[in-house]
Structure formats: structure tokens, C-alpha cells
């Protein structure tokens, strides 16, 4: 289904190598001035082609607004924006030949044959471009009421940044609560080419990445996003909490393996009394002394940065020599993936992670009656 | 929102100490016999106040179902059951108190202090009794189509049990391969009080629950789960991936922190030559040489058993000292939660992560449509 | 699809000779006190078994609310109230003596003949009893915003009272303008047992109706119902109109065969220059001369009344004999069809339509962030 | 909203004078080719310009296809077509002198004054291209089961055109049964320029609609729409019925104020003897001997030809002089309408109401499990 959302509808679609791809964002609030050169910004954050990290596949990733935005400001409907695609090389593509680790095999199954199998076609990772559009355009919408997002490389292979940090940020003796994570360092972290808290690991990943590629084959990694500023009590109880929401995009997007909030998974191995964030008054206002739980309790936020993790695999495609069959002879077959493909995909990932982080917010926030 | 779903459209409702919590099911497809039995047998499962390891708060969860059911047999209209609460002790509960680490205050904010906040209300989890009385139905239907669904607790605190293989199974010399996951092994582990692989873990396990019980404290841990049987093709790429649609549901049950697919986390230090699924012809059939996608790809069931694993956070609700805020008089308080609450949720929620399983199954096979 | 709504969720559930009826109604908002008289009241409205004019099948339809309220008031969480059936005789009821204009023939098809067939099952217009009590809960929450919902019987048989006035209300003369429908209007109707704006002809349409059933027939009718004082800007463009979400919900009230706004059919034959409700500034507000439109442009509201008409078929159970089939033996039989049956479904039918409406605005409102 | 459908979902966007209209198809089933020339010869029965019955405003109405269709084929992934819009005027309207009638004040209101108000934005009837588009997309498709939809129409102004017959159809004398409406009717009425049923009403009609245009008015009218072929089976009970999710789609479409089923608002006036269709075996299959309920009984399709009319009111804009008021200085003023306007939308209306039907039964289609 290419439908996601209740109060901010987003309907996506198109292939890799189709004429366009693009989306259909209903349910926008009218009135917002829309910055261009802040779309363009965050499309070249994900755009390919850029930097022998990325696929050589050049792509500039103009966005055309077909509807929705009128005198340079959203009115309310439905807004369309549609990328054209340009760079294509289909000859590189075949359909019988199915690369392990890609989605060849299901969409051949799914449709039956009849599925566009250039370049993935509508299972491509570049369908996250009209996703990261969006984004771009709610992020606007949200800097106004002073909420940001920013994520940062986690780990690329086995290399790991530090974490954000989830321990204890109030002193009991100075009074004085300090939160790790600011709308200053998330915003600093959008501006990077590469975003790692600890500038030290940068040149460590990225030969971590140049090296897997010189050996035709790829890596993966994890990416940890944060929000700053969103209000408390957004999400519902059971099938429409934040995570539920959030994790229904992020699985969306090509190459996602896992998710968690807070200290996640880490916090299956620790007792109540270490997990359980202190509540106190701090001048007539409710706040917590640690943000283990990542700002989520019961499915709603509760006014601490929300906090997840999103691990994605390595490329499926990559130069390597692998088992495979081929459909057209019903043969067993060796496959050296051609084509033009990220050998690590998570640097170009990071704006698509949070753009959907924003687009849950939003949905959301419209939920909760904010102003429209 | 309380609803779930697009072909089977689950709506929950209820709260811990009102008269009743319950579930309609509708989308089911019409002729199905349903075994009480079955049911029931999967209710006690989940059902408190069966052993040490558990909250005393005695349940027998007996369902009534009010509709859909004629004959015995499903007739295709929405099925509504529901569970009547019995055994409350409400007076245990403050509505100003807050319990750290629990829904009490984001419950207070969105509903403006008008939640039942007895027993944690509408967020408490039992609510997940109503939709394990939901998988009970559906696993009925998904096991005359040979599906199997089993789940085993991987981790309690620290302490870890062996994990599903998903590693090599097949073998070019003999030709043969062998999937380490079958029908008996799940069908195996939902008859186990407490599911392990590795039966040493159990004692262990226990007695760190016990521990924690005894220093008024609670533990998390891991479950990890998979389905044996379920047909290539189900899922949509997008938004509607399989990933998308089970974490969104497991997402809704009350405590968890993370989900993973296949390897998971672990695949982002993996390289894509190791990551890929190798496919290979095994008498005319595309089969996998490994399983480290967990039985997805590009958001799509590719006929291999489906796997993943969810992290669970220790119950918030502890008998331990902790700081927190009393809404009543605006001032800082101390804690020590009274009421009767589970040392550790995960025993209890082994069926219910299976149950959810079931559901996203059904919902999307029916989405392919399945006879119905 | 037992599902309706976008912001106000309905689930409905039952059958009619099934152990009970009910609805769960999610995205209510908290802080309402919920008054059962005034519930009991409409669900007396629509019960049977009150006059000579309905079916003997008495059902006190006294609701049990499981969930949703605590401390009499709404907590924000699902709402499920249930109905247990008590007077049924299904021995009148026969699987395979299909009754002619009933939904016998395609819930035997749709249900491969699994369905409950006993009273037309989950096809019976019993099951607007549970749409009543959603309407009864939700009309109280719109009374405290001064919006009122009547209606009144426009026709039965071929008897008709006379209409809302849609004309000219306005006097250029005297500057004065009468809105012909208002609150106190709309609350006198509901009040009525046999609802008409004309009196007189209120013991003929009662004859009409008896005199039908005394030759074992039965006769149709029409509807007509209006809001006041509900908000303008309600409801979307195209798929969620006002008019789209309110008939999709009249069609699904059994026996319902045509709806229209406003002028309606009539419109068809009026010229632009008639049919358009002049706009004016009356002490700074805009106002309309007439309300042609029935309170809708565009889908949205106008401010003026809302105003339509439901076609409401004669019952399709009627004891004269008629041809049909009979699925056991394969062979044509005459049906004379018995079992305890409305000879017409109208006066029932009001409140039901009321109801209806009052949904669809609440659903609307809180679409557009009224306050919750 | 701009969505649309369970199955079938379509996501509609644009603006009347913007850069482009148009829609994404999402679950059309892979492998169906699309023919172009049928597609053009849809859009041409909808689009301006061709005769004096319509607005002079020239629209070409070429669609692109921008994704879901490979090889000419239908790939499964989601369908967008685009329409640039090219003759626009947009000089011919004013933001703040109101048109009567129209969806001018209710986008200002909803909007905040933030709409595209040129030539009616997003409400004008403009949008109705994409959804044929969208209807000749799915009707290739339905032809291919033989599944034939046409319509005619049935009045202009109070001009009227003979109706389908809903009459008794089988004779038992001679024990056969003719079915009134056949699937060579229903093409032949596609392919006239001015469907009519009684040519005879053609020339007249026409005149009803030059005469109103010379005196710079308009006039409303009546279609009338059946299908044939589709199965028996089709809808859902309750808030999914084909009458609901019809009529849902038919409100959407600018300018309807009315829609009914078989013998729709007659059926108030019928008795239950009457208006029941009489079932007999035919050859060991059931048939009904009349369609007086319009091929739905339940909510459900009966296998007969489903019937229905709807009403469109007079063009709001006319070039009459009217009241209305001056958003920019608070006065009364009068206007009238410039702007190229239809004097009467009904002969281009008769394809989109074709097409609503055509999306209908395929989004009901897939529900009910068709081969996909």
C-alpha cells in the first residue's frame, strides 16, 4: 500500500527508472510560506553522486510542485511534488537473472511477472527521495513551532560513534537538570557532510565504506535520531502509538532491519529501578531525570527528545560473485550485480530517517488538534 | 486509535479495573469451526496469577463471544468478545501519584486528567489479553493452512537462551538442505510453560526473575519469534510492508522497546556478501541457501520462516523506592508502587508477541486474497 | 466493513438473534458527563414493540457500557456499549425460504451460507440500535456547543407533510431575515412520538401504516432531518465531503434508497439563477438568503441549517404470499413470510437518522481541531 | 481527504488554474495492458470546449502516465497520471467578490483565505478529469470480465428522458425473462455524444441548456447510471455497503446534491408487495422477475443491473447579476460571473458518473478476492 497516515496522508509512487517518482501530501495546514532552497537543501543531503561514497548515478533530484502551494504558500490541498528521472542506464537491469538480497524475487512472485524490475523499480530505494521532499516540507512547518530533528552515523560496519546520550542529566546537589541532546547539536549535525558525534570516527567509516566497495562488496549500519521540541502527549494508546507509527514508516524505507527507542534493546537487561526515568518538579514544571524510555511512555510522547535507532543491512547489490537462479532457464547461475549502486547507503540515509521521524510528528500533531 | 488493520480490522477497547475489555474482529473469513478449547488453552498462557513468576492478581480471562460465531462456526460478520475484569483492587491505585517509567502522567496530559487511572487504565497490559483472544482465532484458521507460529524467550536480564538458526542450511556436497526451523519445533514451544530452547536457560532465567522480585525490582528481556508455513508474496513494498504492519501492531503492546528482522541489529556490521540469502534451485523450486533476512524481502514474505525478535523493558510498576511528582500538592514525592504487578512481563507475553504474528499473517494474506 | 470514521472511529458488532448487539466509538473526547436518561430516551425512540404501529418484538435495548467512563464522565479511551438481544423467536426464521427484497439471497452468497440467518442476522435493522446509542452519546457533547439535530416524517405512503423551508428568508424590505429552521423547532420534533410539522397529518400517515399491516404489507417513506448551529468549514473537498461521509453512512441503515441535500432532485430542475443562496453582510457577518444548498457547498458547511432527505423502502418481510426460491430443494415456493416485523420501518427510522447525522458532525469536528 | 478506497485507493490532487491535476491508483491488479486510445476516448467525453453546450475553455486533457504501467502493461505498483492544465485565465477572478452557489466562501473559511481561489482551485469540477482518467484506467479492466457500465441522461432542466426500466421483466406465461438493460445498451450509450435513452429528447434538451446560456443562467439535470455483468456478492454490510461507498464517490463530484437506488425516492410511496423483486430458479440459477431495489439488496450486490440517478444542481457561475458580498471592503455588492463556464454540467458529467461506478465495483472486486 502507498498510503501512510491519518491526519497527514502521504501517497507515494513510481520506479527507479519510470518516467517520475513522487508523492501527494494531503492534509498540510495552510498558510506556511515554502522555502525552496530548504527543500533543495535536505534533497542534496540524500541526492546520489556526490562523493565516491555514493552511487556514481547523478541525479539532481528537482523537485516540481504540481499542486497544493499557491503564491508560495501552502493552501491547504493536496500538495504534489514529482521528480523526474534522468540518469538511468536500464540496459544494466535484467529481469531473470535475480539478485540475492534484493526484492527481485518477491516482486516477481507479488506481480506475477509483470513488475517493473529496472533498477528495483517501485521497491527502490530511490522512491525515499519524494519521501525525504516531504520531509523537507514539514520540517519547515515544524522549525516555526521550534521543533527540530537531527540523527547522526552510529556505526557504519563494525566502527561505532558515541551515543546520544540517555543517562542521568539532572544533579540532585547543583538542582541544575541539563538535557544531552539541544536543538543547536541537531541542527549542527544536519549541516555535516557526514554526521558523527565524534569527529574522530568520520575518516574510520568511510574507509570502512571505500574499503568494502574496492572488494565489490557493501556494508551497512545504524543511525540514531533524535527530536527536540516536540509537546508532550502525542500518540494514542495501543495501535496508534508513536513507535507503532514511527516503525510503520521507517520499515518502509529500503534496507531497514531493526528499530529501537530509548536504550532499546539494552534495556532488556536492566532492572526496573536503572530503567525507569525519575519524575520531579523544576520550577512548577513536570521533568525527568533520564530519558531511557527515548520520550516515549505507553505509545505517547512525554516531552523528553524522542530517541530511536535504525539499523539498516549492507547493499543488497553488489560486484561480488554470488549464487542465484536465473528465471528464463531454470538454471543456477553465479551473478556479479552491474548497475551503479551505494556500497553503503546509510550516509545518504540519514535525512530520509529524519524525515520520517517529522512527518510522524506532524500526522500526529494534527491529531492532537494543533492549530490548523 | 483503537483500530488496527485493513482486511482484518481489529478495534480494542477497555480498561484494567472497568467492567470489561474486548476485542471485534472483522474480516474473518465465514465457515471456520473455532475450538474454545484452543482458545482457552492460548488464554491461560497468558493469563496472570499461575505461578510465582507472575503478578498474583488472579484472572480466569474466560471470553464470551457475543457475535460472529453461529453454529460454532465463523459467519463472516465482525466477532466481538469480550473478557470481564474481575478480580480489581482499585483502591491500590492514586491518580495523583505518578508511577515513573508507567503511562500515569502522558495518560494525564492528552486526556486532561479525565483517564481511569486505575490500573494504568486503557494502557494497562491487559489489555493484550484481548488480543491474544484474537490470535487464538486466527492461528485456528492459519493452522489448517499448515502455518505454524512459535515463539521462545531469548533473553531475561542478562541472561540469554540459544537463538533460531539462521545461518547456512544448505549444503552443496549433499545437495541437501535443512531449515532449522520446522512446524513441530514451534508447535513444540507454545506447549512449554516457560518456551526456551535450551532447557538449561530455564532455572536460570527463573531465578533471575525471582531476584529481582525479592529487591522489589522487575527485569526486561527478548522474545524472539518466527512462523513456519506462510506463503511468498504477502506484504506490500511501502507502507504497508510486513515489517511495517507487525512492528506497528507489537509497537501497540505495552513495554516494548525495540523489533528486529533476521539478523537485525547485527546485520549493520555484516558485509552484503555475508547478508545476502543466497537462492539456488532445489528440484524445480527457488529455494534459500541462509535465512539472515528473516524471511522478508523489500517488505514481502519470500517463503522463509519469518523472524524477529522484541525487546521488552522491565515493568515499570516496582515496589523500590523511587522519585516522582504528586499532581495533588505539586510537590516531589517518593514511591514505592503497592498493587500487584509482574516482576517481569515477558513469560506472560510470549502468546501475545505469537498472537500479533497471526494477525499481521491473516490480515495480509487476506490482503492477497486468500480464499475467503 | 463493520468501520466508519476517520476521527470519530465506529466499530459495530452483532446480530440480531446473536447473544448482543454494541459499537465501540474511539477519538471521543474526554471530560464529557454522559447522561443515561438522555441515552434511554433516544434508544426508546427506536425500540420496538411501543405501539401498534412497530413489530411486537419488545426489546427494552437497555445498554451496558463496558469501557470508556469512569466516574460517569468520558475518558478519551474506546467507548463500547453493548445491547443483549432477549426476545428472539428464531424458530419463525428458515436459512433456505429466501424472503424476497430482503438481504436473505446475498448474505447466503456473500457468506457461502455460513451466516446467521436468524432475523436477517448482521444484516437486520436491529443494528441500529447500537448507531442510536453512538448518536444518543455524541449529541449530548454537541448540545453543550448549542448544535441540535431534528427530524421530522415527510411521507409515508404516498402521504406527505409538508418540508423544512428552503426558501427566501431573507427581506430586503425590513432588512430582516428568518432562518425557518432553529433550535427550539428541531427540539419540539424530537420530543414527538410520531414526529410531522403538520399535525394533521400525522393520524393519516398512522393509517396508512395500519392499514398496510392489516393486509399484511407494508409501506416506505421519507425522512427529513436538520442540524443547527453546527460550525461552517466542516468537512473536506472531494472524498470526504460532508455529503460523502453523511450518505455513506444513511446507506448503511437498512432499507434506505435515496438521499439528497438541500433541494435535491428538485434542483434538477431550477435554473442557477434560483438555486444560489445570495450572499449578504448582516451586521458583519455573512449571511445567506435561502438555503437551497441545504447547508453545504463544496462539500463544506455553510453555516446554514444542514438539510436532507432519506427514501426510507416499504419492510421487505411482509406476510402476503410471495414467489421466491427455496436453496434445500432447488425449487420455487411461495413465502408468506412470518416472524414479528415493523410494517413500516419509519417513525423507527428518525432518531436512527438523527443519529447518523449528529456522528458525522462530530467526526467533522474534530477533523477540524474543535477543541478535545 | 483527498483518498479514496479500501482496495482500490486513489489519491486525488490539483488545481483548477495550478500546474497540473491529477491522481495516483494504488492496487490495480499487474498485467492488464492499458489502452491509450480508450483512455483518450474516455477524456474526450469529459473535456471543454467541443460544442456550445460547454464552457469555450480548451482543454486538451492529455494524460501522462508517470509510473505503475510498464511496457504498456500494469505493473501493480502504484498508477499516476497527470493532466497540465494549459488554457487557463486566471485573471477572470477575484478572491474576494464571493460567487453564490459556489465553494468560494467555504474555502476562504476552511482555508483561512489560503486557497487557490482561481477558477474554484481544488473544488472545481476540473478535478473530475483525473477521475475519469482514473475510470477509463479500471473500466478496460472490467470489460475484460464483461462488465459493462453506461449512462444516459435523464432530464435537463424539466425536460426528462425515459427511464430504465425497473418494471417486471419475466413473463411467466412464456417463462421467459428479459433483462431491460443489456451490455450492448449500455456501449452504445457511451459512444453518443448526448446520451439519451428517447432521441427524440435530445434536441430539446439541448435547446433547455442554449436558452439558459443565452440569458446567462444555467441549468441543472439528472443522470442516470447502470451497470451490467458484475457478480452477485459485491459490498459489505453496513459502513461498506456498495450504496455507501458509491454514493461516497458521487458526492465527491462538484455540483451533485442527490443520488438514489432503483426505484430510490418512488420506493417511499410503494408497498412491500409491490416493490420486492420475486425470486425463481431459471435453469437451476436464481433470478429475480424485477429490479426495483437497483441489483443491491443488503448493501450487496444481487446480481441484476445495478441502477442508480443522480442530481446535479444548475453551474453556480452565471453570468447574471446576483447578490453577494466583497470579502476586501465588508460591503453587499453584486456580480456577475466571467470566467468560461458550462451552462449546464450534465452531458459532461455522464462519464465521470460512469467512472465512479467503474472504481466502485473494482475497489469491491478486490475486496471480495478477485483474481489479482
Known amino acids: ?83 523526474r528521472n534522468k540518469n538511468t542506464r536500464s540496459e544494466d537491469y535484467n529481469r531473470d537473472l535475480l539478485r540475492p538480497g534484493s526484492a527481485d524475487l518477491v516482486a516477481h512472485i507479488k506481480y506475477k511477472g509483470y513488475n517493473d524490475y529496472r533498477g528495483g523499480g517501485h521497491f527502490s530505494g530511490r522512491l525515499t527521495a519524494p519521501l525525504t521532499f516531504a520531509g523537507s516540507i514539514v520540517r519547515q512547518i515544524l522549525e516555526k513551532e521550534d521543533i527540530c530533528i537531527g540523527a547522526h552515523i552510529l556505526q557504519i560496519g563494525t566502527c561505532r560513534d558515541i551515543s546520544f546520550s540517555l543517562g542521568e542529566t539532572f544533579s540532585e546537589e547543583t538542582g541544575e537538570s541539563s538535557m544531552s541532546i539541544d536543538a543547536e547539536q541537531l541542527k549542527a549535525l544536519t549541516s555535516m557532510d557526514f554526521p558523527v558525534l565524534d569527529k574522530a570516527r568520520e575518516e574510520e567509516m568511510k574507509n570502512v565504506i571505500l574499503h568494502a566497495a574496492k572488494e565489490k562488496d557493501s556494508v551497512g549500519g545504524i543511525i540514531e535520531c533524535a527530536s527536540w521540541g516536540q509537546p508532550a502527549g502525542l500518540g494514542s494508546p495501543f495501535f496508534d502509538s508513536m513507535e507503532s507509527s514511527l516503525s510503520s514508516m521507517i520499515f518502509s524505507i529500503p534496507g531497514t532491519k ?85 556500497p553503503c547507503i546509510v550516509p545518504r540515509a540519514v535525512v530520509v530517517v529524519e524525515s520520517a521521524l517529522a512527518l510522524c510528528l506532524m500526522d500526529h500533531m494534527l491529531e492532537a488538534g494543533w492549530k490548523r
Open 258 to 342: 531493526g528499530i529501537e527507542f530509548g536504550e532499546g534493546f539494552r534495556m532488556a537487561g536492566m532492572r526496573g529501578s536503572e530503567a525507569n526515568d525519575p519524575l520531579f518538579y523544576d520550577e512548577g514544571k513536570i521533568r525527568m531525570g533520564s530519558n531511557h524510555s527515548g520520550g516515549i511512555n505507553g505509545g505517547i510522547t512525554n516531552g523528553m527528545p524522542i530517541l530511536f535507532r535504525v539499523a539498516f543491512r549492507p547493499t543488497a547489490s553488489i560486484g561480488k560473485e554470488q549464487d542465484t537462479v536465473d528465471l528464463s532457464t531454470g538454471e543456477n547461475k553465479k551473478i556479479m550485480v552491474t548497475g551503479r549502486h551505494d
Open 1 to 83: 500500500m502507498n498510503i501512510w497516515g491519518r491526519n497527514l496522508r502521504l501517497s507515494i509512487f513510481g520506479e527507479s527508472h519510470g518516467e517520475a517518482i513522487g508523492i501527494v501530501m494531503d492534509g498540510l495546514p495552510p498558510g506556511f510560506p515554502m522555502d525552496m532552497d530548504y527543500v533543495n537543501f535536505h534533497m542534496a543531503r540524500r541526492a546520489p553522486g556526490q562523493s565516491e561514497l555514493t552511487t556514481p548515478r547523478k541525479e539532481s533530484d528537482q523537485v516540481e510542485i504540481l499542486s497544493g502551494v499557491f503564491n508560495g504558500v501552502t493552501t491547504g490541498a493536496p500538495l504534489c511534488g514529482i521528480i
